[in-house]
């Protein structure tokens, strides 16, 4: 006797069974095709790391850059100079973004000089010191001097609570030989991870000092002559300012990307370049100006 | 032969269970093997004090190049010592609080109050973590910095330490209330477990209600307790981006024999230290020191799993009663 109460078995692909299945793949298939048209087109990705101090001058290369380059586009982590320098010696990135010199250890690695900034001495808005030598930043930042009441011009006599970058930085490593002599930084400096960090610790802390990029010097804290020169474009441009750097491009000696080398090289020569650096609060070194068609004279 | 819809459904699952614990083990697997080189060269000195543990951090960054000899020393106590204060310092305190929040909710609370309260604390256990980081850095600091701590107790430890406001305080403030909810949540939970036949069988014996409560209510729901109170130090312990904006970032570890200062001094637990460090990656030793940490803080949670199941296995009896698992 046939039993009626099972039901018939269904085929697993049944339509009963997904009656959407065609609809839904449809859907996935043109999503993707969508998706991977520009891949298909030709865009390419440059990927780079580096200088978090230089990070703003920089997204606003790329972003020009990507105008008029419009297959280009770029992927960069600010993970400071000295980790962007690892990175292009480890093959995780094409370019990196330092704000020292090359050295020793960078071997695989070729620096390009890109432009110029400078790192300034920053203190709250409220402190009245304006100068500072580069002995006293020393004693300062090596906690010798641990109390505004050593400072000539301040008018706090709180303790100074100095703040600076890590070891990732390249800021800092510039800082330790430009400041320091190769010393480390005290224990008691604050170190924190990016310029941006600093300048926030510098406006909610009276009694504060800190070292950071030119773009991140510009509002809310207060730069201080060094030696008596200002930390500004014609300063730096003229190689006065004592703590003036270079911002360099790192490639790897080997297998280095073409669109990396055109794109640096537009950086560091190219009219439109320079005029977005020394907008974006950087000094232009070797941009030709806009009305002039030749290469700007080379240091 | 045919499944049914029944028997397919646990062979699915089933495999997926096995898949995420192959993941795990995996993972804890991937992890060890590379925390391996940093704990064979360092031994038992990994887990002391020596030195400052911040330059030995950089030391290792800077000798990840392809040339030239690897550092791998590190004395990891201070940020050991750290993580122990600000999850010790934050679950006791949350203890007591969310114990008594839980008491009023369940007990206590009239209902249009409770209306209020219930979603407020499942709101705050829902804020992400960086929300809070940044109202510590914008708000707690600064107060600390400019209104607790005086000169005389900055001038005292300038020269080895900054206090600033970022300080052990505000870290064990902020992280009070992070746990505070996730703790209120399955306190009430298990309050609420307790069968109605013991406290009223309390009550007509003559036992006022609130030493009803605390003696039947409170002790009947001690796994849930336990439970809560795991979870808000295994929350604890993971937390790095809310410490990392307010504890100080300097490997230091506070000295309680400083006094009321240890208060107000910075430091720096394990999780924070591999945020802080992430960016340093790219150098290999410096990418197995983090991993080190990340297998100290794993062990971390699997002892305190343990614990708490030890802890709650002689209170099995209340379970059948309702209390929370």
Redesign the interface.
């Known amino acids: 006797m046939r039993d009626t109460t099972r039901q018939p078995?269904r085929p697993r692909w049944s339509r009963s069974r997904f009656p959407h299945a065609r609809a839904g793949w449809a859907a996935i298939i043109t999503v993707v095709g969508a998706l991977g048209i520009p891949v298909g087109a030709g865009a390419v990705t440059l990927t780079g790391s580096g200088s978090s101090a230089a990070q703003p001058y920089m997204l606003a290369l790329f972003r020009t850059y990507s105008q008029v380059h419009k297959s280009v586009r770029f992927k960069y982590v600010p993970?400071?100079g000295?980790?962007g320098v690892?990175?292009v010696?480890?093959g995780?990135v094409q370019f990196a973004i330092n704000t020292r010199p090359p050295l020793a250890?960078?071997?695989?690695t070729t620096y390009s000089k890109l432009f110029l900034d400078g790192l300034c001495i920053a203190v709250h808005n409220g402190n009245n010191v304006s100068n500072v030598s580069l002995t006293a930043l020393k004693d300062i930042f090596r906690?010798i001097d641990?109390?505004w009441s050593q400072v000539a011009g301040s008018n706090l006599s709180?303790?100074?609570?100095?703040i600076g970058r890590?070891?990732?930085a390249g800021s800092y490593t510039f800082f330790q030989q430009a400041v320091l002599g190769g010393a480390?930084q005290?224990?008691?400096?604050?170190?924190?991870?990016s310029d941006g960090l600093v300048q926030?610790?510098i406006e909610?802390?009276?009694?504060?000092i800190g070292y950071v990029g030119l773009a991140h010097s510009k509002t809310g804290v207060k730069r201080l002559t060094v030696g008596g020169i200002p930390c500004d474009a014609a300063h730096i441009r003229s190689d006065t300012y004592p703590l003036y750097r270079y911002i360099w491009g790192v490639v790897p000696t080997k297998g280095t990307s073409l669109q990396v080398v055109r794109f640096l090289r537009w950086v560091a020569y190219s009219a439109a370049a320079g005029q977005i650096i020394n907008e974006a609060g950087a000094v232009a070194a070797f941009n030709a100006s806009p009305s002039k068609k030749h290469r700007g004279k080379r240091r | 032969m045919d499944l049914s819809d029944d028997q397919r459904a646990e062979l699915w699952l089933g495999a997926l269970v096995c898949g995420v614990v192959v993941l795990l083990l995996a993972m804890l697997g991937f992890i060890l093997r590379e925390a391996w080189p940093s704990f064979a060269h360092n031994g038992l000195s990994w887990f002391g004090s020596g030195g400052s543990a911040d330059r030995q951090l950089q030391s290792i960054f800077d000798s990840g190049t392809a040339n030239g000899p690897q550092q791998y020393e590190i004395h990891a106590w201070p940020m050991i010592w750290s993580t122990v204060l600000t999850t010790t310092g934050a679950v006791a305190i949350s203890f007591v609080c969310s114990l008594f929040v839980a008491a009023f909710l369940v007990k206590f609370a009239p209902d249009p109050i409770k209306r209020v309260l219930e979603p407020v604390v499942r709101l705050l256990a829902s804020v992400p973590s960086v929300i809070y980081g940044l109202v510590g850095v914008l708000v707690i600091v600064p107060f600390i910095g400019q209104h607790l701590i005086t000169e005389s107790e900055r001038a005292s430890v300038t020269p080895v330490i900054q206090l600033s406001g970022y300080s052990l305080l505000a870290a064990v403030l902020i992280l009070t209330v992070m746990t505070a909810p996730v703790m209120i949540a399955i306190f009430a939970e298990g309050l609420r477990s307790v069968p109605r036949g013991w406290l009223e069988g309390s009550l007509a014996l003559g036992v006022n209600e609130w030493r009803t409560f605390w003696k039947i209510a409170v002790r009947t729901a001690r796994p849930a307790l336990i439970a809560g109170t795991v979870l808000a130090c295994a929350r604890a312990l993971g937390e790095s981006v809310m410490l990392f904006m307010v504890s100080g970032s300097v490997g230091f570890a506070p000295n309680p024999a400083d006094g009321l200062i240890v208060l107000f001094e910075p430091s720096r637990g394990l999780a924070p230290t591999i945020l802080q460090n992430t960016d340093g990656l790219s150098s290999p030793p410096m990418a197995h020191t983090l991993y080190a940490i990340a297998a100290l803080l794993l062990f971390s949670a699997l002892t305190l799993s343990l614990v708490g199941w030890a802890v709650k296995r002689p209170m099995k009896r209340y379970q059948h009663a309702g209390g929370v698992a």
């Not at chain 1, 005290?186 to 991870?193: H, K, M, P, R, W």
């Not at chain 1, 909610?204 to 504060?208: A, E, L, T």
């Open positions: 078995a993970d400071g000295n980790a690892k990175d010696q480890a995780r250890s960078d071997s695989g906690g641990n109390s709180t303790t100074i609570d100095p890590n070891a990732t480390t005290a224990s008691n400096v604050l170190q924190v991870t926030t610790g909610n802390d009276p009694r504060s």
